[in-house]
């Protein structure tokens, strides 16, 4: 990019990405300068988006740490919407701003949720969908019958390549 020191116009094609470089220009006469700073950026688009999945089954006290795909600069993240939690995320996980990482330990048992987060750098944007499904531990265990007999005879049911033949008695 350069800049024409006859008429102050800015003109040209990066060639690469930048994020609020500041510059100062100055433009002078015979009685006189001023001077200002300008920000810059120049972005990538973000063309891809995405995490390894959009389901997750999560656990009270389970630490998790989701990071995304992104292709393109500069990326900013935020939960634009959640259906099944009244605040984005399950309690006790968050999602940095600044990586896109979801992270946390789970707090509390919640039903189903879906966020949607959006990925931006000011001049394109993606969004994708995640949803969470809360994994409670068997709260009991039982079989039909107290018990069971069975009744197995390997030189029946197993094909006789699998069978092991030893010189020693088990």
Known sequence: ITLSALTGVISGTPTASRYNQEYTITCTNPVGSISFTHSFSVLLPIS???????????????????????????????????????????????????????????????????????????????????????LSPPQSFSYPASSYSFTWSAKKYMPSRFIKRSSNPL
């Open 48 to 134: 891809r988006f995405s995490y390894s999945s959009n389901e997750y089954f999560i656990y009270l006290n389970e630490a998790i740490a989701l990071s995304p795909t992104v292709i393109g600069d500069f990326p900013r993240y935020t939960i634009t919407s959640s259906v099944g939690l009244p605040k984005g995320l399950p309690k006790g996980l968050i999602l940095d701003s600044y990586s896109g990482v979801i992270r946390g330990i789970l707090e509390e048992e919640f039903e189903t949720a879906t966020i949607t987060i959006n990925c931006s750098n000011g001049y394109s944007s993606i969004s994708t969908h995640i949803a969470f499904y809360y």
